[in-house]
């Protein structure tokens, strides 16, 4: 049992490894520290939805040079995250905001679980009417009545 526990604790080891290079970290440990929290609202450009600080993309290490570049110099978090917010949009940041410009980013999934819902139910709805039974009519209901008899008269004997 132990060594089932050792293994799935070594299996876990690569998830919760990040990227970030060591020659790419500040010998400012505040400095790092603020760098590895804005690094972890900055999603990669090239992955999907991971952010800068975990993804080993080339484009996701540009990033976190950027980001430290920018606190070296002594922008604050939010001038950092706006400078680069600025050379990529919006779809840069894992929580990008509320406005007009990102109703797609924040409704688009929603929309998309409502129309499914919608197209499923109307699957669902037109088989259960297709599978509907119809009542027999006077010459159907003959053909069972008859069919009926001889199965009754087959088991009498």
């Known amino acids: 049992m132990r060594q089932l526990i050792f293994a799935f604790c ?11 290079e060591p020659d790419e970290m500040l010998t400012d440990p505040v400095l790092e520290q603020r ?9 990669c450009v090239v992955c999907q939805n991971q952010d800068i600080d975990s993804s080993n993309a080339g484009v996701a290490r540009d990033l ?25 949009g919006d779809y840069v940041l894992l929580k990008p ?17 409502l129309i499914g819902v919608f197209v499923g139910g109307g699957v669902l709805m037109s088989r259960r009417k297709q599978e509907a ?5 006077a010459e159907d209901e003959n ?4 069919i009926l008899r001889q199965n009754e008269a087959g088991d009498a004997s």
């Open 10 to 20: 070594i299996g876990l080891f690569p998830f919760a490894a990040n990227a970030v």
């Open 35 to 43: 760098a590895r929290e804005i690094s972890k609202d900055l999603r």
């Open 64 to 88: 976190r040079l950027l980001v430290r570049e920018r606190l070296v110099t002594g922008d604050s978090d939010a001038e950092v995250i706006e400078y680069i917010r600025a050379r990529y």
């Open 97 to 113: 905001p509320l406005e007009p410009a990102t109703y797609a980013l924040w409704f688009a999934p929603i929309a998309f679980v």
């Open 133 to 137: 039974f119809e009542d027999l009519g």
């Open 143 to 146: 053909t069972v009545s008859e």
